[in-house]
């Protein structure tokens, strides 16, 4: 990981800041988002927060209209795959300012989040700035997983960008270049894959510009957003994430990829044939503990970073829970369908 940046340029009116929002179904959390955006400290003169209601059912588009700074747009499209690239690129559409972020309705952001990212962007010239999530947990084994998952997801996200080993980032946290979106087309040739509003567009901008693409290592950066309460909802989550692997044009996250599946594969079969031939649980014992170790040694600065030098203890606990969801999403996100905002989609 990088060292934590520290913004040191003054914010001036050159760079002008959309914030870009795409909501379904948000009504208990937009509310948070949007009075984490509103109370930023960039200048409110230099950025505007543009909301994509994309057909929600509930009271999400009442509750963004008490907001009166706050634009608001409804997604009228007919039926497509891919509803979030629609509501991004609507979103872009409208934007007034040259430089694009966008945003989960069910994160908040920290007050010095735009500040930084404006100064990173400043002292950089970057067009495509990938920035850290986090998700919140309480105790229990399903949200503290997932959140430890994730965390991990960041580092290796965090190290990839800055060795320029291939391109990683989340959609809940980005920023790029309005005038860049357009010169590659935005997500014309992506816009039939349901997911991939975030890798697959950042690969496309760094087909072009290769040595622009950049990791914002900052706290203050750091926007959070709410685990999934329900284990269908994880496997969801994690099977859509897994859908786009193929769709990859950067064929070494592809590679990767397929060599930690078979990596787990192979755990889980020394597992299964222990049953037969107890040498083969001795292998899968000492396989974890060597695997635990390397991961202990790359995730410790992440978890120091992310404030979960607590959770430490639980990696080489939760190896088995691991192996077997990594098998799980792996298969389902090629072969299966998933749900995504009350949705089957592929």
């Known amino acids: 990981m990088l060292e934590n940046f520290i913004p040191s340029v003054e914010t001036d009116s050159e760079i002008t800041i959309s914030v870009i929002v795409a909501a379904r179904n948000e009504e208990k959390r937009i509310a948070n988002l949007l009075s984490s955006l509103i109370s930023q400290s960039y200048p409110s003169s230099l950025f ?70 404006y100064a990173f962007k400043k002292q950089t010239n970057s067009v495509f700035i990938a920035a850290p999530v986090a998700i919140e947990a309480n105790n229990s084994f399903l949200q503290t997983f997932q959140s430890l998952d994730f965390m991990v997801l960041q580092g290796i996200t965090a190290a990839s960008v800055r060795l320029k080993f291939h391109n990683m980032c989340n959609g809940a946290n980005l920023a790029y270049d309005k005038s860049v979106f357009y010169e590659v087309d935005g997500f014309f ?131 088995p829970a691991h192996i077997l969801y990594t098998l799980i999403t792996g298969w389902l996100g090629a072969f299966g369908k998933f749900e995504w905002k009350g949705r089957s989609v592929k």
């Not at 706050?70 to 499209?77: A, G, P, Y």
């Not at 945003?103 to 952001?109: F, G, L, Q, R, T």
């Not at 990829?257 to 078979?262: E, I, S």
């Not at 889980?268 to 974890?288: D, E, R, T």
């Open 48 to 117: 505007e927060i543009i909301v994509v209601n994309d057909h929600s059912t509930d009271f999400t588009e009442k509750i963004v209209q008490q907001f009166s700074t706050v634009k608001l747009i409804s997604l009228n499209e007919p039926v497509l795959n891919s509803y979030k690239k629609k509501a991004i690129e609507v979103g872009i559409a409208a934007a007034t300012g040259n430089l694009i972020v966008t945003i989960d309705a069910d994160c908040i952001a920290p007050i010095n989040w735009l500040k930084t990212i």
């Open 189 to 319: 040739g992506i816009d039939h894959i349901s997911s991939g509003d975030d890798m697959l567009l950042m690969q496309k901008i760094a087909t072009k510009y290769p040595n622009q693409i950049q990791y914002l290592h900052s706290k203050d950066a750091i926007v959070t957003t709410s685990p999934v309460k329900k284990w269908k909802e994880f496997f969801q989550q994690r099977i859509r994430w897994a859908s786009k692997a193929t769709q990859y044009r950067d064929k070494n996250i592809f590679f990767v990829l397929v060599l930690v599946y078979l990596l787990n594969l192979s755990l889980f079969i020394a597992l299964i044939m222990g049953f037969w031939m107890q040498l083969f649980w001795f292998i899968f014992l000492f396989a974890c503990i060597v695997k635990g170790i390397i991961e202990y040694l790359f995730v410790y600065p992440v978890a120091t970073f992310f404030s979960r030098k607590n959770w430490m203890n639980l990696l080489l606990i939760y190896q």
